[in-house]
């Protein structure tokens, strides 16, 4: 009999933050490209913006294209115009004043890839709550509120083009925006805050491919105003110290079982961020003793007496935008109140542990003197998602049949160094016969350790075993795309067989009686969505006097 040997999983995969982060432009053409890594600062093509920003980049990390989200009359105010900038920096749409969002929105855009449209993308867009300064825009008595443009890439040799221009969502509207993914893999959620003077709602609007197709509204007796954050998890949303839960499969916000940090010292408007992990939430906050960046664990039974101070910041500085990165740090954009010259940025290392390091001031920024810009880009922040680095054998002990080699493979983590007790460095090496093996992971933040024995018996004459795996990834590679039955036999004879799958709810989206017809990942002829599924299993092979069970959990990644 040939042996299968499998690695265990027990948490999920991570996943890879998408590139479409790797790139920045913001300020009076201030750009980082993370693309080699450790960020370093480019040119920042033709970028003009006081606040709110936006860019994106395709799967190699290319600049696709980037907008200050909207603008103000030039001719009027002096002040740029909103613009739509493709990747030669040359203007592929100038929204005139009269489009898009405000010039100083601190979140006056976003872009999300338009669902089942591989070259297409929504641009959102936030009006500034100054939008009346030297009267309003004609016809435009409240503003723009939230609004929507259309780019395909597809366009202009590549260079893309506009599309759809200006579809106007929900008026009156101001400074907040943010997005996330829908838990369906393909949609998108988009959140703002309701600026009617007589309601005090946040708004949750489904975007798909056909556009912004409902509101879901969400009364609340407290402060909504500022920026607007939802976690990387699609699990919590953020919203001036409040904390609300949030579903990413149904778009609801939970009002009532909020976390209220508002009590606590004197937030900054726009210097807030989760963590990667969405566990801990940072603010910059202004106390009787200064201004310091403070770190709240969102696990913890009370968050708001987690609070941790990370740094000391100084005094006499104008506090811009905190952004997560596809590095998984965060940056904090800061200016000088009496100085000239630029922003920095400050860099927060290992936002995803309770002890992160705070590194002041790691970035000088070019200075404009038009436009003492403090806004950095608005991403969907669920592209620079993590989990924590997280790894053990499922088995203590590994069974394995006699005089035949085999080999072990584990996970590969982004970022991540492999130290076997064998000397390799690899995440697949050669086992031998009865030895223990253990392997250490590490990141720059973090290291988990774990162990497990070989042993051998003679499979000839020994009864098949039949193991389940707890993670599989039904994305088409080929690999690991299935969830069934594992043996260490190279054809097993089942006599009996019953599989199970259930969803978190306990309804049955899966049942076979055939070994050989494993799941694969669908539901009802759709992909199921990615979370934990639960498994009942009964078997009985050849020379099994009795029908065994197996029932746990399986987690579908894709």
């Known amino acids: 009999m040939k042996q299968l040997l499998c690695f265990f999983l027990l948490f999920p995969l991570l996943l890879s933050a998408q590139n479409a982060g790797t790139v920045w432009y913001f300020g009076a053409a201030a750009g980082l490209d993370f693309s080699g890594g450790t960020p370093v600062q480019v040119p920042g093509g033709a970028m003009e913006t006081f606040e709110g920003c936006a860019i994106v ?6 600049v ?6 909207g603008g103000r009359d030039p001719e009027q105010s002096g002040q740029t115009s909103g613009k739509i900038w493709n990747r030669n920096d040359e203007i592929m749409y100038d929204m005139g004043g009269t489009e898009g969002g405000g010039f100083s929105a601190m979140q006056s855009a976003l872009i999300l890839p338009k669902p089942g449209e591989d070259e297409v993308y929504y641009l959102f867009t936030m009006e500034e709550v100054e939008f009346n300064i030297g009267g309003s825009v004609p016809g435009q008595p409240q503003g723009r509120g939230l609004s929507y443009f259309e780019v395909d890439m597809a366009l202009n040799n590549g260079l893309g083009g506009v599309t759809v221009v200006d579809q106007r969502v929900h008026v009156p509207a101001f400074e907040g925006l943010t997005g996330t993914i829908h838990q369906n893999g393909s949609d998108y959620w988009v959140a703002i805050v309701d600026a009617a003077p007589e309601d005090n709602r946040l708004l949750v609007f489904p975007v798909t491919n056909e556009g912004v197709t409902d509101t879901l509204s969400f009364p609340f007796d407290g402060t909504i105003s500022g920026q607007l954050d939802i976690s990387p998890n699609g699990q919590w949303l953020h919203c001036a110290g409040t904390v609300f839960p949030f579903d990413n499969a149904t ?3 939970d009002t009532a079982n909020i976390i209220d940090l508002t009590p606590m010292p004197d937030f900054s408007l726009n210097a807030a961020s989760f963590s990667p992990n969405s566990r801990f939430l940072y603010f910059v906050e202004n106390t009787p003793s200064g201004r310091v960046l403070a770190q709240y664990d969102l696990e913890s039974e009370e968050v708001a007496n987690s609070r941790l101070i990370i740094a000391n910041l100084p005094e006499n500085r104008l506090t811009g935008h905190m952004q997560m990165a596809v590095d998984g740090n965060l940056y904090l954009l ?6 000239g010259g630029g922003p920095t940025l400050s860099v927060l290392e290992c936002p995803d542990t309770p002890e992160p390091l705070f590194m002041p001031d790691v970035y000088m920024l070019p200075g404009s003197e038009d436009i003492p810009y403090s806004g950095l880009p608005n991403f969907s922040d669920h592209i620079f998602a993590t989990q ?6 499922e088995q203590d002990t590994l069974t394995l049949c006699e005089d035949e080699p085999a080999t072990l493979s584990v996970p590969e983590f982004p970022n991540a160094d492999y130290a076997w007790s064998t000397g390799d460095t690899a995440t697949e090496i050669e086992v031998g016969l009865d030895s223990l093996y253990a392997l250490t992971i590490s990141t720059a933040c973090e290291t988990v350790a774990d162990t497990m024995a070989i042993a051998t018996i003679d499979c000839d004459t020994s009864i098949c075993m039949i193991a389940l795996p707890n993670t599989f990834t039904p994305n088409g590679d080929n690999t690991n795309d299935t969830f069934g039955p594992l043996s260490d036999c190279e054809e097993p004879v089942f006599l009996n067989f019953l599989l199970r799958i259930y969803n978190r709810w306990g309804n ?4 076979t009686s055939d070994a050989t017809l494993p799941w694969n990942g669908e539901q009802d002829g759709e992909p199921a969505p990615t979370e934990v599924y639960f498994y009942l299993m009964q ?8 029908l065994q069970t197996l029932q746990g959990d399986v987690t579908l990644v894709r």
């Open 57 to 62: 980049s395709d799967a190699e990390g290319n």
């Open 64 to 69: 696709l294209f980037y907008t200050n989200g």
């Open 251 to 253: 778009g609801q916000l």
């Open 334 to 339: 800061e200016r000088d109140f009496f100085l």
């Open 388 to 393: 924590p680095l997280e790894f053990a054998f």
């Open 508 to 511: 049955l989206v899966y049942e």
């Open 539 to 546: 078997y009985q092979v050849e020379r099994q006097e009795t």
